[in-house]
T-cell receptor
């Protein structure tokens, strides 16, 4: 059974710092991996989608990497801003469904 | 990417009643999904809804409690039946937009049962 874990559970950084969020999964037989952002009490916004054959994807200040063999993905956020404060979720694409990680609550202090 | 309109955005309901949540996708999708997010927790899949067939429920979720309809390729509903305070959660619908786009989510329904 696929299990997805995110470390750290919470992170507080000053504005302008670069940071890395980690996601690990137990079964490397995945279709893809998707990073989402969730603001308090809201739905999910897709940030990046990495196919199983890809190593990384970039969008603006965000870069996500995928290492299937080691069961790991990282989300790199450059030059963090207070508006980046949210919960970040990684989700692994399994057969016809997503399996979510536990989330990282990010607070960027002005 | 696709837009999913979900309503209501929030509701406060009496125990023992039922609430139906609606999701409308702006394009046809084969598979839609319903998730529950309990306070302080991550998302748990309730069921997968395909048009023209019964929904497939995950372990721990049953049709009598969470009946789902999928009348066409752009619409689905989830009903939370005979509610108790333990059903207080955020409920989210999602659509699979295919390998190139991944999954898109609605804005969520924040349900409080009193």
């Amino acid at each position: 059974k696929q299990e997805v874990t995110q470390i750290p559970a919470a992170l507080s950084v000053p504005e302008g710092e670069n940071l890395v969020l980690n996601c690990s999964f137990t079964d490397s037989a995945i279709y893809n991996l998707q990073w989402f952002r969730q603001d308090p009490g809201k739905g999910l916004t897709s940030l990046l989608l990495i196919q199983s054959s890809q190593r990384e994807q970039t969008s603006g200040r965000l870069n996500a990497s995928l290492d299937k063999s080691s069961g790991r993905s990282t989300l790199y956020i450059a030059a963090s801003q207070p508006g980046d404060s949210a919960t970040y979720l990684c989700a692994v694409g399994d057969t016809n469904k997503l399996i979510f990680g536990t989330g990282t609550l990010l607070a960027v202090q002005p | 990417s696709a837009v999913i309109s979900q309503k209501p955005s929030r509701d406060i309901c009496q125990r023992g009643t039922s609430l139906t949540i609606q999701c409308q996708v702006d394009s046809q999708v084969t598979m839609m999904f319903w998730y529950r997010q309990q306070p302080g927790q991550s998302l748990t899949l309730i069921a997968t809804a395909n048009q023209g067939s019964e929904a497939t429920y995950e372990s721990g979720f049953v049709i009598d409690k969470f009946p789902i309809s999928r009348p066409n390729l752009t619409f689905s509903t989830l009903t939370v039946s005979n509610m108790s305070p333990e059903d207080s959660s955020i409920y989210l619908c999602s659509a699979d937009r295919g390998a190139s786009y991944g999954y898109t989510f609605g804005s969520g329904t924040r349900l409080t049962v009193v």
